[in-house]
């Protein structure tokens, strides 16, 4: 499934193969959180960008339309008309914001639906039976995500809860894969590694779920609140420990400068809705730091938003274009901007996979890792 081609350092250059086609390593996942991209972005738009392999939530489309509704549709893939690889997250994240309304025990979570208050229960075989109804080709465990910093004896409790709950998610998912009827039975299983900012956690966490053989691992929990050198210092620790035969995929992470930098420290796949959401906001990435499109500045600048970038909306539309769009709360800002922004992201990882092929990233990373995070 997985296939390392060759290594910088700690950065890797791979393939992943799914039932819905082979991504190229490392990747950016592009979030359609219910099934599209916020700002109006179809499936189509979603191939002419270049994305490879979309992100979408547990949660949100067990509550609306109902995974039963995605499942009597053909799944998920024929729902949204996208036949690439899609990743399903678990849910847990979507749990650990509704704090204030979910209890937690050793069967699952009982939360809130923030629709319409509801109380609805998710444990480990709830959550592979939606994700199974959704038919991903990728399910990720469902953990539980703490809030950093929090007390170690409760994060080393909720390491213990959440290895627990990982197998119970492997032994439903090949119950529910053995089944005639599962939409995709070839969807894969991968554990979550949790620990919160203690790096020996971390590590005696990675070391166990590494042990149940399963086809990817991520390490979730954070940029949930720590410093980014903090997240560094994280994946440095527990990346020795992941299997080098198994893609590695660090959940909502991040910025063009994260993403950069965690390719260094050995990551393969990566998921933010970041770029949709400061898009919605003109806030606009180009190869030479980011841009505001509401600044009065861009009101008569004949220019395209990046022109390095040949996007579909750099080679038609200029920047003062844009800026009427927003200031005048047009639709179509909000799906030029995401448009724009998500190309982006997905150059910015080819760029990253041309340098680890012709054995130049560390230049690469030179160049942009800073650069990528100025202001314009």
């Known amino acids: 499934m997985f296939e390392l081609i060759k290594t910088e350092g700690t950065a890797r250059r791979g393939t992943f ?16 959180t219910q099934g599209a991209i916020k700002g109006a972005l179809s499936a189509a738009d979603l191939k002419n960008i270049g994305c490879q392999i979309a992100l979408s939530n547990t949660y949100h489309l ?8 995605v499942r009597d549709m053909g799944g998920l893939h024929k729902f949204m008309t996208w036949d690439g690889p899609i990743l399903t997250d678990s849910g847990g994240f979507q749990v650990f914001s ?11 979570v009982t939360f809130a639906s923030h629709i319409d208050g509801h109380r609805v229960f998710m444990g480990p075989e709830e959550s592979m039976q939606i994700q199974s109804h959704l038919g991903s080709d990728i399910a990720m465990a469902f953990d539980e995500c703490v809030e950093n910093p929090s007390p170690y004896d409760y994060v080393k409790q909720s390491c213990a809860r959440t290895l627990r709950w990982l197998e119970r998610c492997k032994t439903e998912l090949n119950r529910l894969n053995a089944q005639s009827e599962t939409v995709n039975p070839r969807q894969m299983l991968f554990g979550i590694n ?3 900012t203690f790096e020996n956690l971390r590590i005696e966490h990675m070391k166990a779920i590494a ?14 609140g720590e410093e980014t050198q903090v997240m560094y210092d994280i994946i440095e620790a527990v990346q020795p420990h992941m299997p080098t035969d198994k893609p590695r995929y660090l959940m909502g992470v991040g910025t063009p400068t994260n993403i950069i930098e965690a390719v260094a420290r050995g990551v393969d796949f990566f998921d933010c809705v970041m770029p949709a959401r400061n898009a919605r906001h003109a806030r606009l990435f180009t190869w030479e730091g980011a841009v505001n499109l509401k600044n009065a500045k ?3 600048d004949p220019s395209p938003i990046d ?4 996007c579909p909306v750099c080679r038609r539309y200029s920047k003062a274009y ?3 769009l927003f200031k005048a709360e047009e639709m179509l800002a909000m799906r030029l901007a995401v448009m724009h922004n998500l190309y982006f992201y997905n150059q910015l990882m080819q760029r990253i996979r041309d340098a680890l092929d012709a054995g130049t990233f560390a230049a690469f990373r030179a160049e942009y890792s800073e650069k990528l995070a100025r202001k314009i």
Do not use: W
């Open 98 to 108: 509704l704090s204030g309304l979910r209890k937690i025990t050793e069967q699952g």
């Open 211 to 224: 042990a149940l053989d399963l086809p990817g691992y991520a390490i979730g929990g954070l940029a949930v």
């Open 62 to 69: 067990h509550l609306r339309p109902g995974d039963d509704v």
């Open 194 to 196: 949790q620990g919160g």
């Open 298 to 300: 861009y009101a008569r």
């Open 307 to 310: 022109a390095q970038c040949d």
């Open 322 to 324: 844009l800026h009427h």
């Open 17 to 32: 193969t799914t039932a819905h086609g082979t991504v190229q390593t490392p990747v950016f996942m592009n979030v359609a």
